[in-house]
């Protein structure tokens, strides 16, 4: 119906930063709220989107209508994206830390008194976006977000290709923006063929275009 455009679609969202457990009591993490995310899967979910959520720790809540999946580590949420699969669209928003401890420790590690610190030996996390860009039930729309402090154009385009995505939303994450964490969000959006900037948008403002835009895309593709 007009109002529900993405009725009987499947949608999948990641939101959130991931944690990377150094021990039972630290971790490795980085700065993202989930709030991109999470208003995007809102916004899927009020155009009629079957959407699932996997969010990575966050302390928002969990948006209304969705089914939200938690997880902690980018392993944990790469499992929770491919047990949801098949799906007509997917949106790879969260911060997936890149690396994790090789080896984390099964107890507190412990200081060891005139002992210089352990070093910590990092390995590389699973890439969620290009592996779900590249499976054999690829989701029809598959859209990540490049959050870059330089080039961001030429990133992007970079990224789209490598990741097999559809489209990439480009964003400046520089600390003098106040994107990350902050509720505004100024992004470029990036295809093969086309590209084209938003203006300075509320993260709420950005989701609900992006779902349009989504909505737009697959009601040209019905037959
Ligand atoms: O390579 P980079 O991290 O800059 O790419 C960002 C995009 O890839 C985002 O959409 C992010 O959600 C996704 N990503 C992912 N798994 C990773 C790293 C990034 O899904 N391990």
Do not use: C
Not at 81 to 109: C, F, H, N, Y
Not at 111 to 121: D, I, S, T, Y
């Amino acid at each position: 119906s007009a109002d529900k455009p993405l009725a009987g679609r499947r949608a999948i969202v990641t939101s959130g930063p991931t944690h990377e457990p150094i021990d039972p009591v630290r971790y490795i993490a980085n700065r993202s709220s989930g709030k991109q995310g999470h208003a995007i899967a809102a916004a899927l979910a009020r155009l009629g989107a079957d959407v699932t959520l996997v969010s990575g720790p966050v302390t928002i809540p969990d948006p209304q209508g969705v089914r939200t999946i938690h997880v902690e580590r980018a392993d944990e949420m790469r499992d929770a994206v491919l047990g949801t699969l098949p799906a007509d669209i997917a949106v790879m928003v969260a911060a997936v830390a890149d690396w994790r401890v090789a080896a984390s420790a099964e107890q507190k590690i412990k200081k060891q008194p005139g002992e210089p610190p352990a070093p910590l030996q990092l390995t590389e996390n699973p890439d969620i976006l290009k592996t779900v860009g590249h499976h054999e039930k690829r989701p029809r729309l598959v859209i990540g977000f490049a959050a870059e402090t330089e080039n961001v154009e030429l990133n992007g385009k970079a990224k789209l290709e490598r990741k097999g995505a559809d489209l990439i939303l480009a964003n400046d994450v520089s600390p003098e923006t106040g994107i990350m964490g902050g509720d505004r969000n100024s992004v470029r959006l990036i295809e093969a063929a086309h590209t084209e900037s938003w203006p300075d948008l509320s993260k709420e403002e950005v989701a609900e275009r992006l779902a349009l835009w989504i909505a737009a895309r697959l009601s040209g593709e019905r037959s």
